[in-house]
């Protein structure tokens, strides 16, 4: 296996070490619960949001808690949900006067640990409020989900819920801005090459020398089909015709564009990839206000990207341009 | 060939094209020279500093210019060295009356062409002044180099002289502090899989399942010796053990510690052998008071890391702490 890993059972713990380790001013690591939380959280001034997910998927979320963003993170093991207790026990930790709020990509394992750790909460007395981010436009029910599912786009709705939460927003606002970013926001991706768990030590997933998965998920989950591997722009505009035309956006539309890389795509591809998107989008009209190229939200080491587009309007816009500052330092 | 790429011939330019459409009130790009450059530069008060290397080492160096750091960057193709003609013309563009800084990484090719482009820079009456970078411990001499090679410490090199220049220093203050990072500074990489160039489409050098390369070169230069795979506190250890021993980092020390990945490792992976550097680190009475993890100075879509100690001092953390703007949003 070509990674860097000693025991696969230790993989995400030692990661998360990492992390603690890299900012210990700013994050608390609680390892019985894969916690990654502010040091400074909770705040009984403001909600406090917490997004949890399989491990695998960084910086999504461990290194996005910070001023502005999450204030908890807690992950389960690799592409495996965090157990309800996890969820529980974070929960409690952070809970504040304002209440709580559970950000969740639609995955059917995180619903069923969310939902179990929220009843199991409120029981406690802790108001808690849960949205969902199922932004992927692929596949209508998946191999781990019913409905769509929540990849990338889930930076978008925790950028501009952690930024409102920081000014002093109220638990309703926040769910109903979460549902507004998610409404506005829409995302495909696409794998040159299988990602490798740690725990397995092979690919998840066979993909000819010569194929591609169009629609893919970020845990390898089957797409809309597999092709025959094209070139750059190819792949862009593909892409692209699928997000588009879902919403749709539409000429005279502000948009944020993202382009994704699912974590052993590099970035000098990323910008390749976004100088295409962003050339086709202006050449019908929608305009690119604000643009993300990085790995957001990846699979491992699959090499591929996922495309997102925002659209945009000025609350939105203020949100995203407030500042916020990661949990680790990403450059 | 698994790698988001149109012609490979135009892999370098469309990137380029990427990031300027990327960066429009921030950024200038020359497509005549690769060049991308601050759309404020030149400034009258301050001394311009460049960098030029071949292309694939994102987001090193195309997309580190920006306020307190690079004023230009000037790339070749994929690891080739930028054309003379590109260094002079950058640096006449880049001219200022506080003078040009220089910044080159060891190799041969690159100190042909930034020694041609000097003179003739000169010969038109521009002040410029060169400093090198060979940070890398890993080998004496190299395929492409006399000395020791340039890595990912040129990162600290930037970043210094980037603060001091924006605050008005002088050409020769610059260049000790170039000089003084340099020297504190040193390195080593090491692979688990080779990179692939556009233009080959295929492994620059083949390295079996069970291989490794310790000591590798960022285009793939042989390193110390290939190994067999080891697991991450073993590749850590290794590592640490070349870099600490050869300053040498004392007990007592503080230093920066970076974790850089070569391009096809993710961010988790990163944060695991920080963890265990941090904490050998620690152990041997060397503090570590500033960390970086993440892609700094990549071999294209390599997956493998390199380590970077640089001892700190008071001068150092303050240039290293002051405010700074990539070009573009790794994060």
Known sequence: MKKFVNDPKQFVPEMLEGIALANPRTLKYVPEYNLIMRADAPNENKVSIIQGSGSGHEPAHVMIVGKGMLDAACPGDVFSAPPMDYVLETTKLLASPKGVLHIINN??????SFDMGRELAEAEGIRVETVLVNDDVSVKDSTYTIGRRGVAGNFFVIKAVGAAAEQGADLDYLVNLSNRVNAATRSMGMALTSCT???????????GDDEMEMGVGIHGEPGRRREK???????????LEAVVSDLPYKQGDDVALMINGLGGTPISELYLLYGRAHKQLEAHGIRVQRNYVGNYCTSLDMAGCSLTLVKLDDELVKWFDAPAEAAVRIF
């Not at 995955?107 to 069923?112: E, L």
């Not at 768990?197 to 066979?206: H, R, T, Y």
């Not at 591997?229 to 892409?239: K, Q």
Request: proline share 11%.
């Open 197 to 207: 768990p740690p725990a397995k030590g092979s690919p998840l997933f066979a993909l």
């Open 107 to 112: 995955y059917t394992g995180d619903r069923m």
């Open 229 to 239: 591997l094209a070139n750059a722009n190819v792949i862009v505009d593909e892409l």
